[in-house]
Antibody, heavy 118, light 108 residues
């Protein structure tokens, strides 16, 4: 059974960089697409980006200039970096396994809340 | 950019049928995925590629997609179905994913 676990600091200061990791167990990270999706408190889901085996990445155009995704195959985890954060980046951040680039997110982590505040 | 429109809320009595719509320009030509999210939980995929149910999803939940509207139908609604529901597509013209704004299903 696939399990995903997000981790990272719960509090980030404005203008700094938000860094999250998603540890994957139960499957090889090289075999699937993986995505990051966020949800501001009380609001809907927003797609951030997806990555496939460090070969293909695709970013939400509204975030593309600030986001970098990467994969560590040896440790079976993926990473998200979001630069120059503001309060608008406060959200629960989810990582998910994706069936294909067409976007069915089949397995999700439990999410991690990141608050941007000084 | 491609836009998906969902009603903010839908209310039904227990045992009745809930229909949650997801509107988009020619959405019938795209594959639609549906997620259920209960308070404090991660989303759960309930329908993929318009009408496929993942393992464990009851067959009283089904999806359809045609023209400018995709629909998630839940028959015999139960209290446990009360949740937020989101539709999602891959927009081929932009090569990006899009989520609908979500619909809160209330069981009266």
């Amino acid at each position: 059974q696939v399990q995903l676990q997000e981790s990272g600091p719960g509090l980030v200061k404005p203008s700094e960089t938000l860094s999250l990791t998603c540890s994957v167990s139960g499957t090889s990270i090289s075999s699937y697409y993986w995505s990051w999706i966020r949800q501001p408190p009380g609001k809907g889901l927003e797609w951030i980006a997806y990555i496939y085996y460090s070969v293909e990445t695709n970013y939400n155009p509204s975030l593309k200039s600030r986001v970098t995704l990467s994969i560590d195959k040896s440790k079976n985890y993926l990473s998200l970096r979001l630069r120059s954060v503001t309060a608008a980046d406060t959200a629960v951040y989810y990582c998910a396994r994706v069936s294909s680039k067409y976007g069915a997110n089949t397995d999700w982590g439990q999410g991690t809340l990141v608050t941007v505040s000084s | 950019s491609y836009v998906l429109t969902q009603p903010p809320s839908v209310s039904v009595a227990p045992g009745e049928t809930a229909r949650i719509t997801c509107g988009g320009n020619n959405i019938g030509s795209k594959s639609v995925h549906w997620y259920q999210q209960k308070p404090g939980q991660a989303p759960l995929l309930v329908i993929s590629y318009d009408r496929d149910r993942p393992s464990g999803i009851p067959d009283r939940i089904f999806g359809s997609n045609s023209g400018n509207t995709a629909t998630l139908t839940i028959s015999g609604v139960e209290a446990g179905d009360e949740a937020d529901y989101y539709c999602q597509v891959w927009d081929s013209s932009s090569d990006h994913w899009v989520f609908g704004g979500g619909t809160k299903l209330t069981v009266l």
